[in-house]
């Protein structure tokens, strides 16, 4: 069974850091990329970051220097460092695997000004 469990979401203030952790079970995480997406109250959800299954990573324009994607495959398990955090950052960030196509339950996240 497939399960992707995100965690370290959380209220901080503006110019703060939280650091997620999405921990997967029952896929073969060395093979497959990942992402972190979010969603906004009343917004679609975006992509925010991804990492290969060869550790290239990519940003959206948004978050490019403040946040970092890495991974472990030892703990098969992909993080999101989030550094200089902005009101606009808040939201629910969700984990997502590519094989199989799965998202985890989400994390929220609320930055405060």
């Known amino acids: 069974q497939v399960q992707l469990v995100e965690s370290g979401g959380g209220l901080v203030q503006a110019g703060g850091s939280l650091r997620l952790s999405c921990a997967a079970v029952g896929i073969i995480f060395s093979v497959n990329a990942m992402d972190w997406y979010r969603q906004a109250p009343g917004k679609q959800r975006e992509l925010v970051a991804t990492?290969?299954?060869?550790?290239?990573?990519n940003y959206a324009d948004s978050v490019k220097g403040r946040f970092t994607i890495s991974r472990d495959n030892a703990k098969n398990t992909v993080y999101l460092q989030m550094n200089s955090l902005k009101p606009e950052d808040t939201g629910v960030y969700y984990c997502?695997?590519?094989?199989?196509?799965?998202w985890g339950q989400g994390t929220q996240v609320s930055v405060s000004s």
């Open positions: 990492i290969t299954s060869g550790g290239s990573t």
């Open positions: 997502h695997s590519y094989y199989p196509h799965y």
